[in-house]
């Protein structure tokens, strides 16, 4: 069974300083991790996903991640954060190529600080 | 640009009774799907639909639960009937074939009393 761990349930950043979200995954066979968004009142979005190609991935919103096999990490960075990146994140893994049954961490509540 | 769209936003039902939520897919996807979250857990899948039948359901999704595509554009979560541990969020997905990206609805919130 695949498993996704998400470090923190609320992290609080100050504007403009470095975002770091963790996440950590447990997989018997190579991952499709992936990393979603959920502003209130809204839908899940699609951040960024990792398909077995370039270990560090870039997706929308000047959010990136990097792959790293030896830590089973999938941790999401931004260099600088905005008061609109405030919003709920998670990661899930999929077991297979592609997003069809995806198994989601328990979110982490992003608060930016003016 | 293209959403998926669900309704109601939110529900309140009595126990016992059956809910129908409701669903409206990206036009050209050909995959749906239901998840949910309970009020502080993690967001589970219940269920993918394809070509009219499912393709792949959990443990989550037993007797009480059913979908149905009961016409070209809307899809369905039917619970027969609600329990109390039924109350959730449930999210509405949909994909191309390749499904390398769901695009999630806002989700209808159901609350069972």
């Known amino acids: 069974a695949q498993s996704v761990t998400q470090l923190g349930s609320h992290v609080s950043v100050s504007e403009g300083a470095l975002v770091l979200l963790r996440c950590n995954y447990s997989?018997?066979?190579?991952?499709?991790l992936f990393w979603y968004v959920q502003y209130p009142n809204q839908g899940l979005q699609l951040l960024l996903k990792?398909?077995?190609?370039?270990?560090l991935v870039k997706g929308i919103n000047g959010f990136e991640a990097e792959f790293k096999k030896s830590e089973t990490s999938f941790h999401l960075t931004k260099p600088s954060a905005h008061m609109s990146d405030a919003a709920e994140y998670f990661c899930?893994?999929?077991?297979?190529?592609?997003?069809?049954?995806?198994?989601f961490g328990s979110g982490t509540q992003l608060t930016v600080l003016p | 640009e293209p959403e998926v769209t669900q309704t109601p936003s939110h529900q309140v039902t009595q126990m016992g009774q059956e809910v129908i939520l409701r669903c409206v897919p990206i036009?050209?996807?050909?995959?749906f799907y239901w998840y949910r979250q309970i009020l502080g857990q993690k967001v589970e899948f219940l269920v993918s639909?394809?070509?009219?039948?499912?393709?792949?359901k959990s443990e989550i999704f037993d007797d009480q639960f059913s979908v149905e595509r009961p016409d070209g554009s809307n899809f369905t979560l039917k619970i027969r009937s609600t329990k109390l541990e039924d109350s959730a969020m449930y999210f509405c997905?949909?994909?191309?074939?390749?499904?390398?990206?769901?695009?999630f609805g806002e989700g209808s919130r159901l609350t069972v009393l």
């Open positions: 997905a949909s994909s191309s074939p390749d499904a390398e990206e769901l695009f």
């Open positions: 036009s050209n996807h050909l995959y």
């Open positions: 899930a893994v999929s077991p297979s190529g592609s997003a069809r049954q995806l198994t």
């Open positions: 639909f394809y070509n009219n039948e499912i393709s792949e």
């Open positions: 997989s018997s066979v190579p991952p499709y």
């Open positions: 990792y398909t077995s190609a370039a270990t």
